[in-house]
């Protein structure tokens, strides 16, 4: 037997935890991500990406494609960020009770012109997340920069050409040009979406129920596609 306050033989000390516990000195390994499997077309428009015969995102909106694969959007924008926007919990009571499941928005762009958002929902906060990044590659759409300020007047590509005004749920968002230098007068989430799409400079104005994401990514994304529908 051991001494008083010593503890039973092959029991550690106090404070120390228990035998085979990792120490807090020890430094943790950290999983490597795994790689990602590489990807095979399923449908007519991603063989032709994947063959070379289609090069543009633009190319594929003239010819009226529909996009049905992520793998189509990472072969021709190979830049393209994803940044989770907005995550939440959704709790709905069922006859077999509570059932609590996550909700994420993530938007991708390269900051360069082009934008997607896009929203998942599951169990598990992963699989939320994965969904809506996949749904935000699906719905990349270009965007027409310009400077279409008369305070500025200038030729580079760093606001938008026109007003233009965009609608979700309750949430009516509109961007106006503004002059270089000026900067993004926006709130923090839309300010990150505008700089995602390539937007330097821009007036904003939100009405509704701004709070709320999904309706406030929809209008933004609606405002920034008329750029390139209408211009």
Known sequence: QGRPGQGRPGQGRPGQGRPGQ???DRPRR?????PEAPWIPKTILGKKV?????????????????????GIIKKLLP?????????GIIQKMTSNGQSTRFKAIVAAGNEN??????????????????KANNQALLNVSPIKLGCGSWEC???????????VRGKGGSVVIEILPAPRGLGL??????RRLLELAGLKDAYTTAKGSTPTMNSTSKAVLQC????????
């Open 224 to 231: 920034l596609r008329q750029t390139f529908s209408q211009g």
């Open 113 to 130: 012109g082009y934008l997607g958002i896009g929203q998942g929902k599951s169990k598990q906060m992963r699989i939320a997340i994965e």
């Open 22 to 24: 990792r120490s807090d």
């Open 185 to 190: 007068v926006a709130g923090g989430k839309i």
């Open 50 to 70: 994947n063959s070379g015969e289609i090069t543009s995102l633009e190319e594929i909106l003239e010819q009226g494609g529909r996009i049905q694969e992520a």
């Open 153 to 163: 007047r200038c030729d580079k590509k760093h606001s938008v050409p026109f007003k």
């Open 30 to 34: 950290r999983r490597e991500p795994k």
């Open 79 to 87: 830049d393209l960020k994803t940044e989770v926007v907005d995550v």
